[in-house]
Each structure stands twice: as structure tokens, then as C-alpha cells.
């Protein structure tokens, strides 16, 4: 199997003011001194009005993280009032774009075409996706899960070439673990991370399936995150509460030691 270097990335969501997130940084990065970044690789994805003062601080200090956004439009300029151009994430260096987050999907409206362009339109300025998928409590416990899941990794993925899906990621959150403490046990975890590679084996062959990076996403804490990135179709955490905190999140990123 192919060597995939785990990525753990802090999904901030609308928290923390400039001010605030250059705290956050530079606190992570005190804490991560000695941390290798070869072996775990650490995106922090800051609201939109923060990304310049985080990539400098990344870049003046030389911290070791890559710079992540939150969401992007898929047209590059134009009367979209309100909207993020991808080319402008690009100029600040930003490396990942989350895509398809289910808080877009559910408060805003966001389709699997919406999600489907995006991750085009990010790969189109030379970033990298993470595009999100998972079902909620009702489609868990009437056993269509799987079913949701799939769909969307199709959907998503439709029309994007063969090699940019094995450069991508791609991030498993059920919604019922997503700011509820509630944890996917690592078994239920690596059965649906499982089933998302076997997907995307049959969209985009098996190389791509063996590079392609699956996230786990829902509730990640320093004490769950060893357990859960031991499964071995999970190949990183993307966390949200557990990243506004820099021990909080230095503790999963460690979560080898
Ligand atoms: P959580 O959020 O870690 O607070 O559950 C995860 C996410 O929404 O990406």
C-alpha cells in the first residue's frame, strides 16, 4: 500500500478574530517545537479576514503548518457579492480548501454540484481539496449511511481526473459526531473510511484509492485520536472545537507520542 502521510487540520469555523488567531498560531507552534511535520503533516484553516495575518506569521516564522481555508466560490471573479475567489486564496498561499462541509451543505444550502465544481475550481488554482461527506443520525440508524456517503463521494467527484483524486483529500464527518462530543467508534469509523476508498477505487481506479487521503472528522480529541488514526484507512483528523485550543490540538497532532 502506499505510503500516505497522515494530515491533521484545525477547522477553525467562524471562531477567532485576526488578533486572536495569530495568538493561536504561534501558541501551536511554541507547543509543536520539537514535532515532526515529515511524519504528521498540521493544516490550520482560519476564517476568511484572518488569512493574511496567519500566513505571515507562518511564513516570517517559518512554523511548519500550511495554511487552509474554509470554503471558496468555484467562479474565479465576477458579481458574486459576498463570495471568495479561489485565485485569491491561492495569492495568500493557501494550500487546502475545505469543501462541502456539512454546516455549508446543511445552513447554507450547499449541493453535491455546488461541491463538485468547487473541487474543481480549487485543483483549477493549483490547491488541494478536502471535500467532506457524511450522513446523519437518521440515515445511520435507518442503515442508509453508506448509501449517502457514496453518492456524494460520486457526485463530488465526477468529471475531476484520475490524478487529481489520488492528490486530493477527503473527509469522513458523520453530523451526529460533529460538535457533539459524540465519536464514531474507531471500528465504525474505518468501516465507512473503508467503503469511501472502495469508491472511489471504482471512480478513479486503485492507485488513485491507494494515494488519496481520507480524513475523520466528529468529536477528534488528544484522547480518542491515536485509536481512530490506527485504523488503517483513516489518515488524519479534520477537528473543529478541539483545534481553537493550542493544547487541545497540539495533543492530537501528537497523538504518535
Ligand atoms: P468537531 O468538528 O471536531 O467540533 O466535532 C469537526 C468539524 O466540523 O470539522
Known amino acids: 500500500m502506499a505510503e500516505r502521510t497522515p494530515l491533521i487540520s ?5 471562531n477567532h478574530n485576526h488578533l486572536d488567531a495569530l ?7 511554541y507547543h509543536l517545537g520539537g514535532h515532526n511535520y ?3 503533516e498540521v493544516s490550520v484553516h482560519p476564517p476568511f479576514t484572518d488569512l493574511r495575518t496567519v500566513q505571515t506569521a507562518i511564513e ?5 503548518f500550511s495554511l487552509g481555508a474554509q470554503n471558496c466560490y468555484f467562479e474565479e471573479s465576477g458579481a458574486f457579492t459576498g463570495e471568495v475567489s479561489p485565485l485569491f486564496l491561492a495569492k495568500l498561499n493557501v494550500k487546502y480548501v475545505i469543501v462541502g462541509h456539512s454546516e455549508r451543505r446543511e445552513i447554507f444550502g450547499e449541493t453535491d454540484d455546488d461541491v463538485n465544481r468547487k473541487v474543481k475550481a480549487v485543483f483549477k488554482a493549483q490547491m488541494t481539496p478536502i471535500m467532506c461527506c457524511g450522513e446523519t443520525l437518521e440515515e445511520r440508524e435507518s442503515g ?6 457514496a453518492g456524494q463521494i460520486r457526485a463530488g467527484l465526477a ?9 486530493m483529500v477527503i473527509a469522513y464527518e458523520p453530523i451526529w459526531a460533529i460538535g457533539t462530543g459524540r465519536t464514531a467508534t474507531p471500528d465504525d469509523a ?4 473503508g467503503a469511501i476508498r472502495a469508491v472511489v477505487a471504482e471512480v478513479a481506479g486503485g492507485d488513485a484509492a491507494a494515494a488519496v487521503r481520507i480524513q475523520y472528522g466528529g468529536s477528534v480529541k488528544a484522547g480518542n485520536a491515536a485509536e481512530l488514526m490506527s485504523q488503517p484507512d483513516i489518515d488524519g483528523a479534520l477537528v473543529g472545537g ?3 485550543v493550542a493544547d487541545d490540538f497540539a495533543g492530537i497532532i501528537t497523538y504518535r507520542s
Open 10 to 14: 484545525g477547522n477553525w469555523k467562524m
Open 23 to 29: 495568538a493561536l498560531v504561534q501558541k501551536l507552534s
Open 38 to 40: 515529515d511524519k504528521v
Open 60 to 64: 516570517s516564522d517559518r512554523m511548519k
Open 144 to 149: 442508509g449511511a453508506q448509501a449517502k456517503v
Open 159 to 167: 468529471g475531476v481526473p484520475d490524478s487529481q483524486i489520488a492528490a
Open 190 to 193: 474505518q468501516e465507512m473510511c
Open 242 to 244: 478541539a483545534s481553537l
